[in-house]
């Protein structure tokens, strides 16, 4: 059954003819990869060299071993790559190196983001979309790619952990529709859930130990926020940049509207992630500071000591808890 198209097909079909007129691909994914970026290169690269095209895919920062899975099969024998495409990329910070080292060019991108940039010379953005691998599923049907069980891997891999396994509030209709088709197709939902969800390694639990023994809460308990520091990512031994679902554990107690996350880069560089419940905005709040994301989920960069982070993150909050 065919995935009921989005409101950008034509984006869809002119990104299609595209890339069936380009013969050798360098696909990019954001520094700091997860399961949407990845999932969606790796679906791209199925896709692509299931008609043929020589495909490589690049990420400026290293892919956790857990997505080993997904570059099964794949031949990614693209040397000289002719054509750039980047995946669930906002803006061209999250490129890292890769921006200067490929051009400073890309040619298409394909996104969901609602604080994309814009920056390619063709742009597929919907930002109703629950994942940017959700618009491979339906780039795969407008070039009448059939689904493999790595294609179908790969996109499901994207779905389920941009949407934390279909229990976030941009699970929608389509969502679950995908989800149905990706089932069909064969894709390994179950192994790729445990992977996803319930697979820890020792350092990660440490560090999320740690991160959990320094939560506090603000505003009458509506705003939480915790701290993971370079010294705790040393005493647990985790140097993994993706932090995975510890960002998302402040907004699971109960009464809290926004939940903060704030990772220390180096000595006075802090990632801020935000997530947020309905009525609170976390795409503006990011915004205040230059960042970017969605609705219930985004973040921003801010600099200093971790006191002045702290205080100018938790004000900023403030403005918009009811």
Same mark, same amino acid.
Request: proline share 2%.
């Given at each position: 059954?065919?995935?009921?198209?989005?409101?950008?097909?034509?984006?869809?079909?002119?990104?299609?003819?595209?890339?069936?007129?380009?013969?050798?691909?360098?696909?990019?994914?954001?520094?700091?990869?997860?399961?949407?970026?990845?999932?969606?290169?790796?679906?791209?690269?199925?896709?692509?060299?299931?008609?043929?095209?020589?495909?490589?895919?690049?990420?400026?920062?290293?892919?956790?071993?857990?997505?080993?899975?997904?570059?099964?099969?794949?031949?990614?024998?693209?040397?000289?790559?002719?054509?750039?495409?980047?995946?669930?990329?906002?803006?061209?910070?999250?490129?890292?190196?890769?921006?200067?080292?490929?051009?400073?060019? $890309?040619?298409?991108?394909?996104?969901?983001?609602?604080?994309?940039?814009?920056?390619?010379?063709?742009?597929?953005?919907?930002?109703?979309?629950?994942? +940017?691998?959700?618009?491979?599923?339906?780039?795969?049907?407008?070039?009448?790619?059939?689904?493999?069980?790595?294609?179908?891997?790969?996109?499901? +891999?994207?779905?389920?952990?941009?949407?934390?396994?279909?229990?976030?509030?941009? +699970?929608?209709?389509?969502?679950?529709?995908?989800?149905?088709?990706?089932?069909?197709?064969?894709?390994?939902?179950?192994?790729?859930?445990?992977?996803?969800?319930?697979?820890?390694?020792?350092?990660?639990?440490?560090?999320?130990?740690?991160?959990?023994?320094?939560?506090?809460?603000?505003?009458?308990?509506?705003?939480?926020?915790?701290?993971?520091?370079?010294?705790?990512?040393?005493?647990?031994?985790?140097?993994?940049?993706?932090?995975?679902?510890?960002?998302?554990?402040?907004?699971?107690?109960?009464?809290?509207?926004?939940?903060?996350?704030?990772?220390?880069?180096?000595?006075?560089?802090?990632?801020?992630?935000?997530?947020?419940?309905?009525?609170?905005?976390?795409?503006?709040?990011?915004?205040?500071?230059?960042?970017?994301?969605?609705?219930?989920?985004?973040? $921003?960069?801010?600099?200093?000591?971790?006191?002045?982070?702290?205080?100018?993150?938790?004000?900023?909050?403030?403005?918009?808890?009811?």
């Amino acid at each position: 059954m065919p995935l009921k198209m989005s409101e950008i097909a034509a984006g869809i079909k002119e990104a299609a003819e595209f890339l069936k007129s380009g013969d050798c691909f360098c696909i990019v994914s954001h520094i700091n990869p997860d399961g949407d970026t990845l999932g969606s290169a790796y679906a791209l690269a199925g896709i692509l060299e299931s008609i043929g095209k020589q495909v490589q895919v690049r990420c400026a920062s290293p892919i956790p071993p857990r997505y080993s899975y997904l570059a099964e099969g794949l031949k990614l024998s693209c040397t000289d790559p002719r054509q750039i495409v980047a995946v669930d990329i906002a803006g061209i910070s999250l490129w890292g190196s890769l921006w200067e080292e490929l051009g400073g060019r $890309c040619d298409l991108l394909i996104d969901h983001h609602v604080s994309n940039e814009r920056y390619a010379k063709l742009s597929v953005i919907d930002a109703s979309a629950s994942a +940017t691998a959700i618009l491979m599923l339906e780039l795969a049907e407008a070039m009448n790619v059939p689904l493999t069980k790595q294609i179908a891997n790969a996109i499901f +891999t994207g779905i389920t952990t941009d949407t934390g396994c279909f229990r976030y509030s941009n +699970t929608n209709a389509q969502t679950f529709e995908a989800g149905m088709i990706l089932a069909q197709a064969g894709a390994e939902t179950s192994m790729i859930n445990k992977l996803m969800f319930e697979t820890k390694t020792r350092a990660e639990m440490e560090i999320m130990r740690l991160a959990l023994d320094s939560i506090e809460f603000h505003y009458e308990g509506r705003c939480a926020i915790l701290t993971v520091t370079l010294d705790m990512r040393e005493q647990a031994g985790y140097y993994d940049e993706d932090l995975g679902e510890i960002a998302a554990l402040p907004r699971r107690v109960e009464g809290v509207q926004c939940g903060i996350t704030i990772k220390q880069k180096s000595e006075d560089e802090f990632k801020i992630s935000l997530r947020t419940v309905s009525g609170v905005n976390a795409y503006e709040i990011a915004g205040r500071f230059g960042g970017g994301g969605h609705a219930r989920a985004a973040g $921003c960069t801010l600099y200093g000591s971790l006191e002045e982070v702290r205080e100018k993150i938790i004000e900023a909050v403030g403005d918009f808890l009811s």
